[in-house]
């Protein structure tokens, strides 16, 4: 289904270098009105100076920067159309909480009743009603993060530009303040671009990720297409763990089958082709999810797709266990999940392995 929402934002062929490093290679992307896209990618991608360039912090080598139709590129950050939230939040500490979101506005030169009202409405949205004359260091990080998501949002930007501005909280709060910032940005329904080195953040709100890595785009969708379906080992390995099996294709049970045959160090397993074109012969990695593994006490005859392991480690977590699997000299991770009911493993213990029919394959 096609996007019909306006774009709202767009970098066009964007380059970059400081010094001799090429740090943004041609970089394109859309963003939609009301969109959340999340830039990931490891230390170093290019993912922060993308960002700032498009606020206009840092200044690009060529490209465009293209905001509701304009070419913002030679244009200041303050007339461009854009607001950032900082990882630090750059709060003003001598201001109070309704100077500090007003302060543009005054800046722009708003009456004063109007920056008032403005201010007020912000203060709801973020749900700091009547905090408006405490000062900052009075605030809790949470409440610190959203006094600078409002003075962002104050001026009524095109586009929300966010630089992980979650990372300064504890794990719960920061949980907490997804929802939050998620549903602010849902309500006011403005496009927006999130930076963060959390993927599980980037998966749980996102309406589409953009995975970065050495200054080009590998892959832009959905959380569900990048995690079911990454383009290649890269992007797979880095959103979410996986186990990668190298494997031949030996041919299907039957001609036409949709259940194809490969050989692997361990055995034959049987997977799903869905409707993927693999040649009998061919070199390919089967890409399997922990959670998608299952594993039961050991049994006398094994039947299609299933091995006996050994337990390498054991890593309990409450709801899950993350144990280590020795499959006849290749390594796998099973996510195991309710463990009190599906029964614990200990290291060393022998056990029954059962390998998912439903997988994703790269081309060797």
């Known amino acids: 289904m096609v996007d019909q929402r306006k774009v709202m934002l767009e970098v066009k062929d964007i380059h970059k270098s400081f010094g001799k490093v090429k740090v943004l290679k041609g970089v394109s992307a859309q963003i939609r009105e009301g969109e959340l896209v999340t830039f990931v990618g490891p230390s170093g991608c290019g993912k922060t100076t993308l960002l700032r360039i498009i606020g206009g912090l840092t ?14 590129s030679n244009v200041t950050p303050d007339n461009r159309g854009t607001q950032m939230c900082f990882q630090n939040y750059a709060l003003f500490p001598h201001m109070t909480v309704a100077k500090n979101i007003g302060y543009g506005l ?22 700091l009603d009547g905090l408006g004359d405490r000062y900052i260091e009075k605030l809790s ?8 998501l409002a003075r962002a949002l104050a ?14 909280l504890d794990a719960n709060l920061r949980v907490q303040m997804r929802a939050t910032l998620l549903e602010i940005q849902k309500r006011v329904g403005i496009a927006t671009i999130f930076v963060t080195h959390d993927q599980q953040e980037a998966m749980s709100i996102s309406d589409r990720i953009i995975v970065m890595s050495n200054g080009v785009i590998e892959q832009i969708g959905t959380p569900l297409e990048i995690y079911q379906s990454p383009n290649n080992s890269f992007i797979a390995g880095f959103v979410g763990y996986v186990n990668i ?5 030996k041919g299907s049970l039957k001609d036409g089958d949709a259940i194809i045959k490969v050989s692997t160090d361990f055995g034959s397993i049987e997977i799903d082709r869905n409707g993927r074109c693999v040649e009998v012969g061919q070199d390919i990695n089967v890409v399997i999810r922990p959670e998608a ?10 039947g299609e797709n299933e091995f006996p392991a050994r337990i390498k480690s054991a890593m309990y977590g409450g709801s899950m266990v993350k144990y280590v699997l ?3 000299g290749v390594t796998i991770i099973v996510d195991q999940f309710d463990p009190i ?23 060797e």
């Open 59 to 72: 200044k690009l080598d060529s490209g465009d920067v293209i905001v509701d139709g304009r070419n913002m």
């Open 106 to 127: 005054d800046v722009h030169h708003w009456d004063k009743e109007r920056i008032k009202n403005r201010v007020e409405e912000l203060l709801q949205l973020v749900q």
């Open 141 to 148: 990080g949470g409440q610190q993060q959203r006094v600078a």
């Open 155 to 168: 001026l009524e930007p095109k586009a929300l530009l966010l630089d992980e501005p979650l990372s300064n």
């Open 245 to 249: 099996i190298k494997g031949t294709v």
């Open 293 to 302: 593994i299952r594993i039961y006490q050991p049994k006398d005859c094994y």
């Open 326 to 328: 020795d499959l006849k």
């Open 341 to 363: 009911n599906s029964g614990l493993f200990l290291v060393g213990e022998r056990c029954c392995v059962v390998l998912p029919k439903k997988v994703h394959l790269l081309k």
